[in-house]
């Protein structure tokens, strides 16, 4: 089976530039996340979708930052302008929930995406 | 809030050696999961282990075990008999159970272990 698909892995752009970073959750997932690690902050939770809705972005650093998820398979995590301080990895993971006894908080992650802005 | 604290920044091994995780968590939740991560050299994060707050037993892994102990708030992690391949930056992580928190993680900083042949 498929994991988790980030794309690029690889990023680098210049100042002000706007920058897509993409994800596929695993067939089936109900819950995706957008997680970004860097350094100083090590992992954050920056935003998290379930059924396709956004539910907390309470992580979002700032208005440069959106993140949608237009159907279960695809979501997009944009900034505009870009600037040094978003460098970082981000990554992307997905969970199905389950219900009651069976609630299953296992995340799968991809591999990330290596952003670099110049 | 919620905090995780992985005190160990790096650990160097042998091969063959037995090593030691820390994990302290800080939570007012009575309800909440702790979890370890794996992440390779190749970057990704793996899921090791989920552990619900009120179940205390211990559990083991073919060469990893864990240890919760409520009373410390600690959740450690122990790989017996090391090998090169468990070279990884490790973490610890705890969320609320359930409602809107699921899957929100709070990480510690990570564990560096590297093992060395």
């Known amino acids: 089976d498929a994991g988790v698909i980030q794309s690029p892995r690889h990023e680098v752009t210049e100042m002000g530039q706007e920058v897509t970073l993409r994800c596929k959750p695993i067939?089936?997932?109900?819950?995706l996340f957008w997680y970004r690690q860097t350094m100083m902050r090590g992992l954050e939770l920056l935003i998290y979708?379930?059924?396709?809705?956004?539910?907390?972005d309470s992580g979002m650093p700032e208005d440069r930052f959106s993140a949608k998820m237009p159907n279960a398979s695809f979501s997009t995590l944009k900034i505009q302008p870009s600037e040094p301080r978003d460098s970082a990895v981000y990554f992307c993971a997905s969970s199905l929930r389950g219900q009651g006894s069976a609630t299953n908080e296992k995340l799968f992650f991809g591999s990330g995406t290596q952003l670099s802005v110049l | 809030a919620q905090k995780v604290t992985q005190a160990q920044t790096e650990i160097s091994v042998v091969e063959k050696e037995d090593v030691t995780l820390d994990c302290v968590y800080e939570?007012?939740?009575?309800?909440?999961?702790l979890f370890w991560y794996k992440q390779p050299p190749s970057g990704e994060l793996v899921f090791l282990i989920r552990r619900n707050s009120f179940d205390e037993q211990n559990e083991i892994s073919g060469r990893y075990s864990w240890n919760f102990q409520k009373s410390t708030s600690s959740f450690n992690f122990t790989i017996t008999a090391s090998q090169v391949v468990d070279s990884a930056v490790y973490f610890c992580a705890l969320s609320n159970a359930g409602g809107t928190s699921y899957g929100k993680l709070t990480f510690g900083q990570g564990t560096i272990l590297t093992v060395h042949p």
């Open positions: 939570t007012r939740d009575t309800t909440y999961y």
């Open positions: 067939s089936g997932h109900d819950y």
């Open positions: 979708f379930n059924n396709n809705v956004p539910i907390d």
